[in-house]
């Protein structure tokens, strides 16, 4: 296969198992080299014709083939645009089962050919759509299959992010020429804190990965939430009173964090009165914004930076658990080392006495020394057993204010309340219920014709169910159904008399009566 008979999708297949390496390596037919310039071939000498001989010797043309113009139009090209920005509409977007986005870049007057293959476009932001404008960086090539110009984009964007990005940067120089980022002005933060300030939006997910952690790793810390916005007009207003009120709590530490979102979600912690007004904080301050990749103002002028929420919890507290380790730990190191001291002093004090003149003298006061040692040793001891049992004793109070148990009898004593108004619901509705369907009941028997049959009365009905209620619906020799208070009955007209009581003749053989 020649190189001009290689398709796109051939150049796909090749590019993609080298990209990613620190040198692009091309599938064979676009390696090969260079087709040397056509030799020109010895002539003998011709003696009877000078002429020609001069004509022979005379240089050739070099005569390239199309794969090798287009090899060395690429070489070209790739050397002089080996990085580039640009700006401008996406069309005809497409992206094949291989992963890779190919699509048209255009403006007004001119358009060009794009490939983004799966590495690259793996790390874009954005999710492309045609007639969508973007900024691109890449490399200008020449596809040598179809001589077609294009460019093998490296990174996508969209247009505004990059005057976003400008904006960025410039804020970031200023601060930076100010000594806003010099490390000599951050603050360590403290090794135990008791006090931390939390500035974010009270239903954000920050928030709940936070206290999360907290409650894990260390669940006597109070925690403050200073409620805020963090995205929109009115947010850099809102941030700015947060920080001063989150001070005036004087914690041990401010911690300003909020969610991943976009560029635009996180632009307002690139604000520079925020900026600012972190840098001027009189407490530590640990700035987590967004997920790890993103990057905000306040995350160069804090004194610490979080790559997440919960990183910066984990950073600002302890865990509880190795701390007891390391108070355990150290209590027996200190115990090791007395007791080490202790075996000198007594050795010292025992050579001592025996370079003496007199022995007894200098051994009792050696004594009397080890036993003031002794007595500050235990005197110290017995202070720091009751510091650690002090803050035992906090610890286990917080632990028990913290404790599941007093959530459970709340939830209980609420749980009862609650089934306790229910009941008293039902009842009070049943109530309702029953006196609704008394005066239904009532309403019924006022208009029910029993009352009027228990008179004699009776309802006569054509066979088709109708109620006859004239003697001008009669015929004579027709059939009717009668209605009493106890029973119904079968009964045939014999004589209509208009104006007068209807005569009737009843059989008493077709009479139907209740069971």
């Known amino acids: 296969m020649s190189a001009a008979d290689v398709n796109l999708q051939d150049f796909d297949i090749a590019l993609l198992s080298s990209w990613g390496k620190e040198e692009m390596i091309y599938p064979s037919f676009f390696t090969r080299p260079l ?17 020609a001989q001069v004509l022979t010797d005379a240089p050739q043309k070099e005569v390239l083939t199309v794969s090798q113009l287009n090899r060395r139009a690429r070489m070209t090209i790739e ?63 020449l596809y040598e299959g179809r001589g077609e110009f294009q460019i093998i984009v490296e990174h996508m964007e969209p247009a505004g992010e990059g005057a976003l990005r400008a904006a960025f940067e410039a804020l970031k120089r200023q601060l ?20 931390v300030a939390v500035v974010t939006s009270p239903t954000g997910a920050a928030l709940k990965d936070v206290l999360s952690v907290w409650r894990r790793r260390f669940p006597g810390l109070e925690v403050i939430v200073v409620p805020t916005l963090v995205q929109g007009a009115e947010a850099e207003a809102e941030i700015l009173s947060a920080l001063g009120r989150a001070e005036a709590l004087a914690p041990d530490v401010i911690l300003l964090t909020r969610g ?24 530590p301050v640990v700035s987590a914004i967004g997920h790890e990749i ?46 080490a001291r202790l075996r000198e002093q007594r050795l010292s004090a025992e050579k001592l006495a025996l370079r003496l003149i007199s022995p007894e003298h200098y051994c009792q006061q050696a004594s009397q020394r ?21 803050r035992l004793r906090e610890m286990a109070n917080r ?10 009898d709340g939830l209980a004593t609420s749980l009862s309340d609650k089934n306790t108004q229910l009941r008293r619901a039902i009842k009070h509705r049943l109530d309702e219920l029953q006196q609704t369907l008394g005066a239904n009941a ?15 009365y009776a309802v006569l009905r054509s066979d088709s169910g109708t109620v006859v209620s004239h003697v001008t619906d009669l015929q004579p020799g027709q059939s009717l159904q009668g209605q009493l208070q106890d029973g119904s009955f079968s009964a045939q007209v014999t004589e209509i008399k208009p104006g007068d009581t209807l005569n009737r003749e009843v059989t008493t053989s077709d009479t139907q009566l209740p069971n």
């Open 260 to 283: 991943g979102g976009s560029m635009e979600d996180l632009w307002v912690f690139n604000a520079e009165s925020i900026a600012r007004a972190v840098a001027a904080l009189s407490i």
């Open 176 to 195: 930076d020429a100010e000594g806003l980022f010099d490390t000599q002005r951050k603050r360590p933060l403290p090794e135990l804190p008791t006090k």
């Open 399 to 408: 632990l028990t204010l913290q404790s599941p148990r007093r959530l459970l």
């Open 442 to 456: 009532r309403m019924l028997e006022s208009v029910s014709p029993l009352p009027t049959l228990a008179r004699g």
């Open 79 to 141: 050397q002089r645009f080996s990085q580039i920005w640009v700006s401008g509409e996406l069309s005809s977007f497409a992206r094949p089962g291989s992963g890779h986005w190919y699509f048209t870049l255009k403006d007004n007057d001119a358009q060009v050919r794009c490939a983004m293959f799966a590495n690259a476009n793996r790390r874009a932001r954005i999710q492309p759509s045609n007639g969508q404008q973007v900024l691109l960086r890449g490399r200008v090539s």
């Open 370 to 390: 080890l036993d003031e040692l002794n007595t500050r040793l235990m005197r110290l001891q017995h202070n720091h057993q009751l510091q650690s049992q002090d």
């Open 294 to 339: 993103d990057v905000a103002m306040t995350d160069f002028v804090a004194d610490l930076r979080a790559p997440t929420p919960s990183a910066a919890a984990e950073v600002i507290v302890p865990d509880g658990e190795e701390l007891a380790q390391w108070f355990a730990s150290q209590q027996r190191r200190l115990f090791s080392v007395t007791s």
């Open 35 to 51: 087709t040397p310039s056509m030799p020109t071939r010895p002539t003998r000498p011709n003696t009877a014709n000078p002429q």
